[in-house]
């Protein structure tokens, strides 16, 4: 079987879909928070990957999995405000910025690039991106599905506009 447990997919902001499914199923095990930092995208969506597989994922200690372990009961915007104020996070963030190959922007430049992170859970596809107010439900996948399902989503998304050519997608896989 296919060991993808998370895709994090990088496109252009204005490619997003619009937010308007109040009312979707979102289990209640969907780890999610709200990107209150500028230029953290790239960050909230690897979280948002990492915390939806903590059970295939083997974390050994550190500030990922105290972040994780400590946000665990709290709200979407909670766990924004927390990661604000989590100095291990932040000071990772910035020293992962830093051995980049581009420049760093400033986090209150405007960038028009983004990362939303794609998980399975509970048997949901999930589109998770820090700016909207909960998780996008996408309809049900399992494990083996999964690539298929996030893969076409990913399309779906490119589809919108032909003429874009700034997509990226990251899985994250067990070797």
Known sequence: G????GNVFFMRQTIGNA???IGQHVGGNVFFMRQTIGNACGTIGLLHAIANNTDRLELEGGYLKSFIESTKGM???QRGAYLERDE???AAHEDSAQEGQTEVPSVDMPVNLHFVA???C???LYELDGRKPFPVN???TNPDNFLTDAAKLCQDFMARDPTELHFTILALSKM
């Open 75 to 77: 709200s979407a915007d």
């Open 2 to 5: 296919q060991h993808v447990g």
């Open 88 to 90: 291990g996070i932040t």
């Open 118 to 120: 794609v998980v399975q």
């Open 19 to 21: 937010c308007g499914t």
């Open 122 to 124: 509970e048997g949901h």
């Open 138 to 140: 996408h309809g049900q």
